[in-house]
């Protein structure tokens, strides 16, 4: 079946540390999408890419990362300059503004 | 700026109908109106979504008024499994089809 795989569930990271958060598709869609939530709060837009080796900064970009080597992969580096990283990130994907699939989320926490 | 408004919550009683209405005041001629929920630390499911036209499937209905400037998210016999945050979001189709995510509706289904 096709779907949107993020990994880990659950991550712990110390303070100083960079840390990467996978988002693998296998739907063939051409655009994909990271956001974060902090609890009660709704989702913000972190990096976007529309296409291969192309990426755009969303809202609140600082201190994230991103790479678009390939169609299938997106990951998301949290560097030691987030100065609140403990979140819970979600990655989704789209044929650009059509059929958005959402992962189940990577839940972050700095320890 | 997301594209859309939404009251904060709402209550429903368990078996009856939940309609939640939604503001799109700004929305162009080709541009979708999608409705998604996210049940608490979860990825955002997908409801349904339009452009025109009403919608049904076997989640829910759509109404998008003649004007397109709002639309009703109808749960025609709510359970207390539909009590969740419920999204109402028009993409950027210039940006790479970017959601920008309100603040959302939380319905809370009552026994």
């Known amino acids: 079946d096709g779907g949107i795989t993020q990994s880990p569930k659950y991550l712990f990271r110390k303070e100083g540390q960079n840390v990467t958060l996978s988002c693998e598709q296998n739907?063939?869609?051409?655009?994909m999408y990271w956001y974060r939530q902090d609890p009660g709060q709704g989702l913000r837009l972190i990096y976007y890419s529309q296409i291969v080796n192309d990426f755009q900064k969303g809202d609140i970009a600082e201190g994230y990362s991103v790479s678009r080597e390939k169609k299938e992969s997106f990951p998301l580096t949290v560097t030691s300059a987030q100065k609140n990283p403990t979140a819970f990130y979600l990655c989704a994907s789209s044929r650009t503004g059509v059929g958005y699939t959402f992962g189940s989320g990577t839940r972050l926490t700095v320890v | 700026d997301a594209k859309t408004t939404q009251p904060p919550s709402m209550d429903c009683a368990e078996g009856r109908a939940a309609n939640l209405p939604c503001n799109h005041s700004t929305i162009s001629g080709n541009e979708y109106v999608y409705w998604y929920r996210q049940i608490h630390s979860q990825g955002p499911q997908y409801i349904i979504h339009g452009l025109k036209n009403n919608e049904t499937n076997e989640m829910a209905s759509l109404i998008i008024t003649e004007d397109r400037k709002s639309s009703t998210l109808i749960l025609p016999h709510a359970t207390l499994r539909d009590t969740a945050v419920y999204y109402c979001i028009v993409p950027f189709y210039n940006q790479g089809g970017k959601l920008i995510f309100g603040q959302g509706t939380e319905l809370s289904v009552k026994p």
């Open positions: 739907l063939n869609h051409d655009a």
